[in-house]
């Protein structure tokens, strides 16, 4: 799998994530914590925060191939500028491939950019006729797929990022991966193993809720264990949680 592929991969497997009723994102809480480091991003504007999450967890946000300083990931209009100050904007008569990544703006009829979104794949032979279907988040509050003509008049701009092409090691890899607002069996899981290795989830307990006291016992863990401390549950954390 190249890298292109697992950023998509990575994307189509968060449709259908749906914002808190207040607002709050995991995408947020995580930019707000481990990029911008300052309050305010867990309940804003999530579409490019989004998409920086996905590269970040496709090993891509990397200051090449997708920025990793903030506001780059965070607002659009510098998003596009970082990428057009290394060339990587597409010609307007280039016809858009998958794992571009979409500039647009919501009202036609302002020139702000205001909304970000990846290209899962595209249909027409050229410019003209060329329509992407685009995984965005913050679509109607959620993760979403649309389907919009390249010449559409909300499109102001796409750009290619400069992906790796070799083949990402296939490793094995966490059984579940989650983080603060992730919620089923798989969390009841993990709040059970916290429990067993002695760390106190709280009133959280083993209801399969990822909340604030799961949070804290699992940054404690990663703490305790020398991982990174991002209060995000994959492989690392996994590991040490079973012993292996």
Known sequence: MTQKEKVIQIA?????????????????QWYEENVAKVAGFSRADW?????????????AMDNQVYPSTSPQGSACPYCLSWFEARGYRTGADDIPQAGDIVFYRWNANTSYIDHIGLVEKVEGSSAST????????????????????????????????????ENISETVSAPFEM????????????QMALLMHGYNVGADGMDGIFGAQTTTAVKKFQQDTAIQT???????????????
């Open 47 to 59: 579409c490019n925060m989004f998409l920086t999450w996905v590269f970040y967890k496709a090993g």
């Open 12 to 28: 189509q497997g968060e449709l259908g994530y749906l914002e808190d009723a207040n607002g709050w994102t995991k995408y947020g």
């Open 179 to 190: 983080s603060q607002g992730s919620k089923g069996d798989a969390v009841k899981i993990l």
């Open 130 to 165: 060329a329509k992407m279907t685009v995984i965005e988040g913050n679509k109607n509050n959620s993760v979403s797929r649309r389907t919009i003509a390249y010449r559409a008049s909300e499109v102001i701009a796409t750009v290619r990022p400069p992906y790796k092409t």
């Open 230 to 244: 991002d209060g995000i549950v994959g492989t690392a954390t996994w590991k040490n949680l079973c012993g292996v």
